[in-house]
């Protein structure tokens, strides 16, 4: 008898992507969940003989609905589908409440083994306070509300930590490279230096099916976060790496990251710019203070490759590939 997994936001590009690669693992069938059910992209997965349910992740008893009889449930909040309405605070709240939602509905499944839910650093936990990332501690409280009053659903969970998605440069406008016509360079601003480390997830949209089945076929010890990584390179090795997907700038030392302060940063950008220099706080904050969120006890980290077979790994895209696939041509010196 086939198992059954439930996906939460199964038409976008991460929940497709485990949709897809579930759909190709033998014993499983696939129960995608999403707010429209009858939508374009709603409709194309049932074509490929996805169960497609509505749900909606501020109601639990929906979520309760959607999840009977599964075996796994693969899990993520969007921060982002709501931040640039509601700000950072109010988002993080909610994101939270999101999350509790979803995991209060799993804890009443009887048939369910393995509960995945995709999380960032406790940033609150880490940093005493001192550098909070807002679109990680929305997510990252649910850890602690799991840990804390579900301990039954806490023996069947593995937390994911998802790195930065190559596609960012396309999905948010702030990452998108300026061309500077009197230095003939493709430039970014960044609140952080340009030897920074970036670690990818490559392409999202394939490598996250990828990651969650091999999570999901050979689970770590419950409670264990995972890591999901292909690669750490640069911000401006990424940058170098765009210009030679896109075409736009092949040529060596044709793209530059340029460092600027925080609050040049957050003038430039004034909502998002503060959301992601926090991020870059958070990451500077460890490195002065000599810390390694992979060695926290208590938050034992474990790499995704490291549960992987050589064919899986073999499988994933990297960061360059990744943007190669990628339309460019809306981009204009």
Known sequence: MNKLIVVLGATGGQGGSVVDSFLQAPGWKVRGLTRNASSEKATALKAKGVEMVQGNTDDQTSLEAAFQGAHAIFAFTDYYDYFFELGPERSMARETAQGSNIARAAATIPTLERFVWSTLPN????????????????????????????????AKTTF??????????????????????????????YPAPPQAPYPSVGDHRINSGIFVRSIVENPPTPGTYVECNVETITLESYLAAWGRASGLSPQNGSTMVVQISAEQYCALWPLMGEEQASQWRFFQFLRDNQLDIHKVE??????A????????RKSLVLTEESLRRMDWSSFKK
């Open 305 to 312: 490759q490291d549960l992987m077979s050589e064919e899986a």
């Open 160 to 189: 994911t930590i998802f790195t930065i998605f190559g596609a960012n440069v396309v999905l948010y406008d702030i990452f998108r490279p300026l061309y500077l016509p009197s230095a003939q360079k493709w430039i970014q601003f």
């Open 123 to 154: 940033t609150q936990l880490f940093t005493e306070g001192q550098a909070i990332v807002p679109h990680f501690q929305g997510k990252a409280n649910v850890d602690v509300y799991i840990k804390e009053h579900l301990p039954e659903l806490y």
């Open 298 to 303: 208590g938050f034992p980290v474990i790499q």
